[in-house]
């Protein structure tokens, strides 16, 4: 099993930036990639970003709508990912859930809830106008 928990969110305005944080603990050497989604109300989950680094070197994903002003990163020390967010809009209020996955695939299998195996409780992030 795997624990995962994340922390940082908050309020803060539009333009602002705020950094997620995602602590895993438990069988962690089983884990291949870990990805952020959220959930905005009356939405379904949605895909932010995802890394993995069981290739050589790291490799990233991200939705179209975050990148260029998010950016997910990893401190294998610490067993921890990160959500930096930048340039933050309204349109991304929602709780922002922590995912680890067993395996790593194309941006099409990541992108999807299903293909991640542990969950965290979830973070709110809302971003006033």
């Known amino acids: 099993q795997v624990q995962l928990v994340e922390s940082g969110g908050g309020l803060v305005q539009a333009g602002d930036s705020l950094r997620l944080s995602c602590a895993a603990s438990g069988r962690t050497s089983s884990v291949s990639a870990m990805g952020w989604f959220r959930q905005a109300p009356g939405k379904e989950r949605e895909f932010v970003a995802t890394?993995?680094?069981?290739?050589?070197?790291?490799?990233?994903y991200y939705a179209d709508s975050v990148k260029g002003r998010f950016t997910i990163s990893r401190d294998k020390a610490k067993n921890t990912v990160y959500l930096q967010m930048n340039s933050l809009e309204p349109e991304d209020t929602a709780v922002y859930y922590c995912?680890?996955?067993?395996?790593?695939?194309?941006?099409?299998?990541?992108?999807?809830?299903?293909?991640?195996?542990?969950w965290g409780q979830g973070t709110q992030v809302t971003v006033s106008s």
């Open positions: 890394i993995s680094w069981i290739w050589s070197g790291v490799t990233t």
């Open positions: 995912a680890a996955g067993l395996r790593w695939g194309t941006f099409a299998t990541m992108a999807r809830w299903n293909t991640y195996d542990y």
